[in-house]
């Protein structure tokens, strides 16, 4: 029975057809053969039966009887039958419900086995695999549609042919016909999977790629009945594979082509990949540097500071950025960026991580270089001492260009003296000037400080050996100590001042274990430069200290034994002068003489003290005495004095009475507003006017004093106040003076926190004026003007 569904209409229908067939037959036979009754009726029964089931028997059953009680058995069409044809008909009757029986069994047992059959199909047919099923002999008894695809080949016509024609593979290497395994199948009863990279050839001649198995269908004896054969291509598989693979192969080429290292983490924060670079960088194994093995290659200080920072950026996800040092294979370690982001997937959740490590050694270096030059210069020029240059200097470099420092200077008897030591390790520091009192430097020495003092050029050792250390040592006790040091590398430079090396800077690097190299002489070269050019100047300073202190003692002494005979005479031509005009006694040209002796020796007198301020300033030792006093009375009393020299007319005062009392030395004041007047005088044409005039502005008290003299030329302004001062023109160089005065003025007004200014025009006079700050106790009281309103 082929067809999938049943119909009960047709199983019935062909219960009666058979049923009514077998009654024609039976009287068409009865006819020329002679009485038969149930023979035909009973396959009819056995036919319903097998072909409907039990129903349809059980109908052909009743069919048959009535057909043969009524028509077929004497007499015929009536029931009223004799005792004979009832035994017939129910033995008829029994026999015909066996049959039905029976058969619906069969019948029953064929249903299942066609739904089995049916089920089969449609597993196989629907299958994402291909499926061809063999008998023992290998030839082909069923192939589902995929498999049909895949070879080629359609069911029909690959039925009952031996199966390597329709499944024939090849090895995908060598393009081999490979053993199928269906013949190992049939040969070894077991299930066989397929060699790998097996190509099927379709029947087109196609070459697809394909994975496999098969399987023994064995009989109820055991007996291998068949074989079924599941393939699948994996070309899209393979693709996506390779797919893959190109790509992570193309991550990993670019990775190990980028300058930098790079590696990704897992979730938890365990490194599991470095690219070559990091490998080559570091000189370390996968082994040594997976998970979190990479704290080994960071320098000591920086671990605790990246191993907190990832596991923080591990624990929220957020960005890692991290500057630290790596150690590379050679033993030195560099400044990097550390830089690491996370991969997330669709869901949010990170994949991975990917980091970077770039040296940034050179730009943190040359940054570093630059703010320490630049420290290096403030802190050196910020003191003229010489021996607080040297430790300045020695304190500077440690640690930041090295771990041990020590400056070494030639003394006046050529011997090398330490000078400075510093150490990164207080202690040490000791310890090493200890160590050079017991071995103090020979200056014969084939290396370092004697060498280079003898050279003027620097020397490097990037890496001090044993050997090195020996050549130098003296004996086995400063062997071992040397040792103890723990010398890696040093720098030797010359101080050299004016062309002449005068010392030796000596850099040591210990602890930090770097190694020097020529970015770090060349900023070494720097330093000792900076320091050379501040030994220079403090000695120079201290030349011209020297020279400033013997100026002084050589003025005082002069202006000492100037003054005494001075003062005697000046009195002693007044006593005369007086006396003569009273009694006519002295000649008018020895008067004369007498005078001008007199004018010199007060010039000389000036003259000195001028000097002797000028110096004081220099020194810093001019220092004002102070106390209260009225600067407008000071500044009348000065005029008053002045009317008596000189004409009365030239020379007015004008000002307010009230007081305007400053703080500060009087005598010194005096000094200031008397050369400020004496200036106006000899700066203006004989009979000119000058005028002081005295007053408050605001919180100060000013004095001016103006003159319609030559006045000043604008060139010359900004310069005038400044020491030795020469007025630009001839004419006026001859009765100028040495251009002191100002100068000392300026910086008596300065010391009284007070401000001098000058308003001058060539030809049409000069204004100076003083402002002096008023004593605290008048600045809240108005000014005078302002009360009587
Ligand atoms: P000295 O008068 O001894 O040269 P000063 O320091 O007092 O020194 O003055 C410096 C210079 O300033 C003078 O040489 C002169 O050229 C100029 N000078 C000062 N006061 C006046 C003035 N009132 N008028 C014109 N020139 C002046």
Partial sequence: MRHALRSPVREYGVALCAVLAALLLTLVVRATLGPIYFPLLLAAV???????????????????????????????????????????????????????????????????????????????????????????????????????????????????????????????????????????????????GLANHTLLISRGGEEIPIDDSAAPIRDEQGQVAGVVLVFRAIAERRRAEEALRASEQRARALADAMPQAVWTARPTGEIDHYNQRWYDYTGATPEQTMGWGWQAALHPDDVQRCVDGWAESVRTGAPYEIEYRWRRADGTYRWHL??????????????????????????????????????????????????????????????????????????????????????????????????????????????????????????????????????????????????????????????????????????????????????????????AARAAIAIDNAQLYREAQEAIRARDQFLSIASHELKTPLTSLMGYVDLLWRRASRDGSLAERDLRALRIAGEQAGRLNRLVGALLDLSRIESGQLSIERGALDLGALARRLVEEGQQMIDQHALAFDGTDEPLVVVGDELRLEQVLQNLIQNAIKYSPSGGQVSVRA???????????????????????????????????????????????????????????????????????????????????????PAAKERSR
């Avoid at 026999?95 to 089995?116: K, N, P, T, Y």
């Avoid at 003296?474 to 040792?483: P, V, Y």
């Avoid at 160089?733 to 009284?752: A, Y």
Wanted: glycine fraction near 10%; charge should be negative.
């Fill in 46 to 192: 056995m036919f319903s039966a097998w072909y409907g089931g039990l129903g349809p028997g059980l109908l052909a059953t009743a069919l048959a009887t009535l057909a043969s009680g009524y028509i077929l058995l004497p007499p015929s069409y009536s029931l009223n039958l004799n005792r004979e044809a009832l035994v017939q008909l129910a033995t008829f009757v029994l026999a015909a419900l066996f049959i039905s029986s029976v058969s619906e069994a069969g019948h029953r047992a064929q249903a299942a086995l066609r739904d089995q059959g049916e089920r089969l199909r449609v597993t196989l047919a629907s299958i994402g695999d291909a499926v061809i099923v063999s008998d023992a002999a290998g030839g082909v008894t069923f192939m589902n549609q995929i498999a049909e695809d895949l070879t080629g080949w359609g069911q029909a016509d690959a039925h009952g042919r031996p199966l390597d024609q329709v499944f024939r593979i090849i090895s995908e290497q060598e393009h081999r016909p490979v053993e199928s395994p269906v013949a190992r199948v049939l040969r070894e009863g077991v299930v066989a």
């Fill in 338 to 527: 550390g830089r690491a982001l996370p991969v997330r997937g669709g869901d949010g959740r990170i994949v991975f991580w990917v980091g970077t490590g770039t040296d940034i050694d050179d730009q943190r270096r040359a940054a570093d270089q630059q703010r320490f030059l630049v420290s290096a210069g403030t802190l050196l020029a910020g003191t003229l001492d010489y021996t607080t240059t040297m430790e300045r200097m020695a304190q500077l470099a440690v640690p930041a260009v090295a771990d041990w420092c020590t400056v070494d200077m030639l003394d006046e008897q050529g011997v090398l003296q330490l000078l400075a030591i510093s150490h990164v390790d207080p202690d040490k520091a000791r310890w090493a000037r200890e160590l050079r009192e017991r071995y103090p430097i020979d200056l014969a020495a084939p290396a370092g400080a004697p060498q280079v003092l003898r050279t003027g050029r620097p020397e490097i050792y990037p890496e001090i050996s044993d050997a090195l250390l020996e050549a130098v040592a003296h004996d086995a006790e400063e062997l071992r100590l040397l040792q103890a040091v723990g010398y890696r590398s040093a720098m030797v430079l010359p101080l050299q001042v004016r062309g002449r090396a005068i010392g030796a800077l000596t850099l040591v690097a210990t602890e930090s274990g770097r190694r020097y190299g020529p970015e770090d002489l060349a900023l070494a070269e720097e330093l």
């Fill in 695 to 781: 007053e408050r502005r605001d919180d100060t008290a000013c004095v001016s004093v103006r003159d319609h003299g030559i006045g000043i030329p604008a060139t010359a302004l900004p310069r005038l106040f400044s020491r030795f001062y020469r007025a630009p023109n001839a004419e006026e160089q001859q009765i100028s003076g040495m251009g002191i005065g100002l100068f000392v003025v300026k910086e008596i007004v300065h010391l009284h926190g007070g401000e001098i200014t000058v308003d001058s025009h060539e030809g049409h006079g000069s204004l100076f004026t003083v402002c002096l700050p008023l004593a605290s106790g008048l600045r809240d009281i």
